[in-house]
């Protein structure tokens, strides 16, 4: 029983662009509306890093290394979360998690999605 699942990962040139989405399809709306979403990504060989997160409230944070490339946003009426990131950079190459921790209750982490940046 999926909690979250990502989607939108593949290959892409340095310079290009992808748009990674985030689906909860077991929270209720009024659940996630009121929980704060992350974005996080692996490289390889590298520990886990924070990309960027949205807090219930609509706030956002994002890594040094992805601001002005990367943008946050959510659909709470579709219980989606979104990653855009233009401007592709080998260093981007990672696979890329999406979080959901629920007002006072658990985190929840998808299985990832895999981001090359590559020529």
């Known amino acids: 029983q999926v909690q979250i699942a990502e989607s939108g990962g593949g290959l892409v040139q340095p310079g290009g662009s992808l748009r990674l989405s985030c689906a909860s399809p077991?929270?209720?709306?009024?659940?996630?509306?009121?929980?704060?979403l992350g974005w996080y990504r692996q490289a390889p060989g590298k520990e886990r890093e924070l990309v960027a997160i949205m807090t219930s409230g609509g706030g956002t944070t994002y890594a040094d290394s992805v601001k002005g490339r990367f943008t946050i946003s959510k659909d709470n009426s579709r219980k989606m979360l979104y990653l855009g990131m233009n401007n592709l950079k080998p260093e981007d190459t990672a696979v890329y998690y999406c979080?959901?921790?629920?007002?006072?209750?658990?985190?929840?982490w998808g299985q990832g999605t895999r981001v090359t940046v590559s020529s």
């Open positions: 979080t959901r921790k629920e007002f006072r209750g658990p985190t929840y």
């Open positions: 077991r929270s209720i709306s009024s659940v996630f509306s009121s929980s704060d």
